[in-house]
């Protein structure tokens, strides 16, 4: 169209020339999310590399996001712009870990976030994502108890909603989400009282939004811990004419694309994820160009790893 800019065409006429379908998270830079097909959180994500009928997928997200695209479209290319794109809170636990931590609670399912590697799925029965953690571990017999890993603030958020007592959580964070502290949130609130409250289950204040929420601190009504897909819609439905969101700085564009008459403040400007910002448009155009960097799981591990992903997708269909 008119408006295109010429980067925006090269991307468009290279991922045509490519057959690519191409994703982005809610985190990308703005440039990044505007050209492409879809923007979405995780589950969003993996649900259109599962189903799309291109025969190329430009996972622009970090590095977990586009295995797992790979995992679930093993016959198709997919590439991502930078595979330097890690993840923190993915690095706090290995495949070794998940095993010892099987055998210490025999009878225990394993329930994997999906911010961990295809190593570490392969050891899980079963993923989730921020946005379908309560549901899957709502899926486990009441009875059998639950490993959950490795995040351990979605964790506690999970033990908080199921009530579940039987759940031991991984001691995992994510550096970004970590350091939304307590003091953010009670400092972003005094100064905008009236505002809506959306918050990260990953953040370090999830907890103690809540236990404000509860004491009256915080309005309770007001107060909203959801995946970064869930705070696009709780962002078209605020009533609020200011929301302040507890997240990766990279969300608020979503946001502001949703609701353009609402301002949207971020909880804590620092809050950027390096990861998630190597993907620059350079570096798309490069992708495209040369179908570069291309991603690929061991047979061995995607094999056992699909399983838990599938099991996961299975569950909300
Ligand atoms: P979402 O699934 O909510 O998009 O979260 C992904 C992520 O990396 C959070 O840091
Ligand atoms: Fe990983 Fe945190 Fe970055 Fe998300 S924001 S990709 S959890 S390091």
Same mark, same amino acid.
């Given at each position: 169209?008119?408006?295109?800019? =010429? ?23 703005? $440039?990044?999310? =505007? ?39 093993? =016959? ?20 070794? !870990? ?5 055998? $210490? ?19 899980? !029965? ?57 003091? =953010? ?62 997240? $990766? ?10 609701? @353009? ?19 620059? @448009? ?11 960097? $291309? ?23």
């Amino acid at each position: 169209t008119a408006t295109m800019t =010429d980067w925006q065409s090269e991307v468009k006429e290279l991922a045509r020339h490519r057959d690519a379908l191409v994703l982005a998270h809610n985190y990308m830079r703005p $440039e990044i999310q =505007d050209v492409a097909d879809v923007v979405g959180d995780s589950l969003a994500l993996a649900r259109h590399a599962a189903t799309t009928d291109a025969s190329t997928i430009v996972l622009c997200g970090v590095y977990f996001m586009a295995e797992t695209a790979k995992l679930l479209s093993p =016959d198709k290319t997919v590439l991502i712009p930078t595979d330097q794109a890690g993840c923190s809170l993915a690095d706090t636990v290995t495949a070794a !870990d998940v095993r010892r931590w099987r055998e $210490e609670n025999p009878g225990a399912v394993v329930v994997a976030y999906v911010n961990t590697s295809a190593e570490v799925k392969a050891e899980a !029965d079963i993923c989730c994502t921020s946005s379908n953690a309560v549901e899957v571990v709502d899926s486990v017999p009441e009875d059998v108890p639950v490993l959950f890993l490795p995040d351990q603030f979605l964790g506690a958020h999970v033990r908080r909603v199921t009530g579940r007592r039987n759940l031991q959580v991984w001691l995992g964070e994510c550096h970004v989400h970590a350091g939304i502290s307590p003091d =953010d949130v009670r400092r972003q609130v005094a100064a905008y009282p009236d505002a809506e409250l959306l918050v990260h289950p990953e953040c370090g204040c999830a907890t103690s939004a809540l236990w404000l929420a509860e004491e009256g601190v915080l309005p309770k009504e007001r107060t909203h811990v959801l995946s970064t897909g869930g705070m696009v819609e709780a962002a078209r439905a605020a009533t609020a004419s200011t929301v302040l969101v507890a997240t $990766e700085i990279g969300m608020l564009h979503q946001l502001r694309k949703a609701k @353009p008459g609402t301002e949207f403040l971020a909880m804590n400007e620092k809050a950027s994820c390096r990861y998630m910002k190597m993907t620059t @448009p350079d570096l798309l155009v490069r992708c495209l160009r040369e179908g570069r960097d $291309e991603v690929s799981v061991p047979p061995a591990v995607a094999e056992r790893a699909r399983h838990s992903v599938e099991a996961m997708i299975r569950l909300g269909e």
